[in-house]
């Protein structure tokens, strides 16, 4: 799950965006663009495809075809949960979604098509917590 650990400016951004009335999403995931439509976040989510941070939980018995979006900018920090234990020395790194569009896939090596950079790390190496920011190019 991404959570704000830092906002650059002043106020936080939503939006409204549109998705498929049986279209699960759970709040702090990443959604991203799929044929128009907001979809949870894969590994193959890309910077042109990301939208932002889901910022509700909707069941597919709720039928709702809009769903609110946290915007990320390149300068806020979001603490993310990681798929390994998190590691200072991949600060710096990029890194792509992990096994779902909660978690970053942190695998020692910086991946091309990241869409997180880690700024740093949260609490025990167990824990699994890194601190981000998105990319925007």
């Known amino acids: 799950m ?4 830092q906002i650059k400016n002043p106020t936080r951004s939503l939006k409204e965006v549109v998705k498929a ?4 999403t759970t709040k702090g995931h990443v959604l991203m663009y799929t044929s128009g ?8 989510t890309t910077v ?7 910022n509700e939980a909707i069941t ?6 809009q769903v609110p979006v946290i915007e990320v900018f390149q300068n806020d920090v979001w603490l993310a949960d990681s798929t390994n234990n998190s590691n200072a020395a991949h600060t710096g790194q990029k890194m792509v979604l992990g096994a779902n569009a909660g978690i970053v896939k942190n695998s020692g090596t910086t991946d091309a098509d990241g869409v997180v950079q880690q700024v740093g790390v949260y609490g025990a190496a167990a824990d699994k917590k890194i601190l981000v920011r998105f990319l925007t190019a």
């Open 2 to 5: 991404f959570k704000q650990s």
């Open 21 to 24: 009335a049986n279209r699960v």
């Open 37 to 44: 439509l907001a979809v949870p976040g894969t590994s193959s």
């Open 48 to 54: 042109a495809n990301l939208i932002g941070i889901c």
């Open 60 to 65: 597919a018995e709720q039928a709702l075809t």
